[in-house]
């Protein structure tokens, strides 16, 4: 019976280190690689630790200890379960109009072009704005110290590549963070008289963060999603949990 469950945590740390191999490392597989490993060398070493455990108990100390970090366990299940529920749900929050300024997040330049990620998120953003001729775009992201462009300028060479009019698309370079992306991007909308209400595509599980910041500034926002690589999707899903717990904490002290 411990086999499956011993299989199933090996399987899913692995996972977490693939991102490894292209240089991802973040809280996402720190924290999915380190619980899914304890797990494994529990049902591995079932005996051993029920043992412990089971010794533990004997004593008021040890009692307390398990009763705790049971407790936090069932916490942390419980806020990533609620927490997920409205990614998905933000995830297929899609466009009910096309009275809207279609707003690209940035993500990582490689040598002068789309990273994986960034890629999938602008054929997504391609794919929108190709069935609907009458939106305009703004492609969001500063050049970071190992990127020889601006992630902005990356994306509307790729856009104008694939056949939009260089005219649909605005520019917003200066951004480092989420946060920047949708701020100046507001600031261009009013600029140029674009419309308030902007689609904000990004990977799926980035939705519910880039929704949150958008509301906090008075922006209205729909969401097209990314398909993010399956060996990616963990680590980057896992990583938002402690983003947006964080980002909820901040607001509620603040």
Not at 46 to 51: A, K, L, P
Not at 137 to 154: M, P, R, Y
């Amino acid at each position: 019976m411990r086999v499956i469950p011993t299989l199933i945590s090996f399987i899913v740390f692995i996972i977490f280190l693939l991102p490894l191999t292209g240089g991802i490392i973040n809280l996402g597989n720190i924290a999915g690689a380190s619980v899914s490993g304890v797990l494994t060398a529990f049902f591995l070493f079932y005996g051993r630790t029920s043992s412990f455990v089971a010794r533990l108990w004997e004593s008021r100390g040890g009692r307390g200890l398990v009763c705790t970090l049971s407790a936090i366990t069932v916490i942390c299940i419980a806020v990533a379960a609620v927490i997920s529920f409205f990614m998905v749900r933000e995830m297929h929050d899609s466009p009910t109009d096309t009275d809207t300024t279609v707003v690209i997040l940035g993500c990582k330049v490689k040598n002068g072009s789309p990273s994986l990620m960034l890629r999938r998120r602008l054929d997504t953003a391609y794919t929108y704005l190709a069935d609907n001729p009458n939106v305009c775009v703004i492609v969001s992201g500063g050049q970071g110290k190992d990127e020889s462009v601006s992630e902005a300028k990356c994306m509307r060479d790729y856009l104008i590549g694939r056949g939009i009019a260089p005219e649909r698309i605005f520019e917003e370079d200066k951004s480092t963070t989420t946060d920047e992306n949708l701020r100046f991007s507001h600031d261009i909308i009013r600029q140029e008289g674009l419309p308030e209400h902007i689609t904000i595509v990004t990977d799926g599980f980035h939705q519910l963060r880039s929704d949150m910041k958008a509301k906090k500034l008075g922006m209205e926002a729909y969401n097209i999603s990314a398909h993010t690589p399956w060996w990616l999707a963990p680590t980057y899903w896992v990583r938002e949990w402690f983003g947006i717990a964080y980002y909820t904490a901040r607001d509620v002290i603040s």
